[in-house]
């Protein structure tokens, strides 16, 4: 069974910096594109940055200046880093990955649990 563990949230302070990591125990070769949402309270998820199966990166248009959305393919691990915080960032930020399965060319998608990152003022 296909996981994907989230870990890096926390509490900080406006400005601050946090990266989130977002292991995946799958076959690498079975991983296609990875991407980190966010859930505000009250709001609907909303897409935060994707990454392909080669390394290519897109992000919604009012975070790209301060988030980064990286890959390690030996880890099978995905990160985002997020740089000059602000209160409205606080959300739970969930991994996703699609993933194929065994012995198709079938993918679904699987979600991590989700890491609470708290932006204080």
């Known amino acids: 069974q296909v996981q994907l563990v989230e870990s890096g949230g926390g509490l900080v302070q406006a400005g601050g910096s946090l990266r989130l990591s977002c292991a995946v125990s799958?076959?690498?070769?079975?991983?296609?594109?990875m991407a980190w949402y966010r859930q505000a309270p009250g709001q609907q998820r909303e897409l935060v940055a994707t990454i392909s199966d080669y390394g290519r990166a897109n992000y919604q248009d009012a975070l790209k200046d301060r988030f980064t959305i990286s890959r390690d393919f030996a880890k099978n691990t995905v990160y985002l880093q997020m740089n000059s915080l602000k209160p409205e960032d606080t959300a739970v930020y969930y991994c996703?990955?699609?993933?194929?399965?065994?012995?198709?060319?079938?993918?679904?998608?699987?979600w991590g649990q989700g890491t609470l990152v708290t932006v204080s003022s």
């Open positions: 799958a076959n690498p070769l079975s991983i296609s594109t």
């Open positions: 996703n990955a699609g993933v194929r399965l065994p012995g198709t060319w079938t993918y679904v998608e699987v």
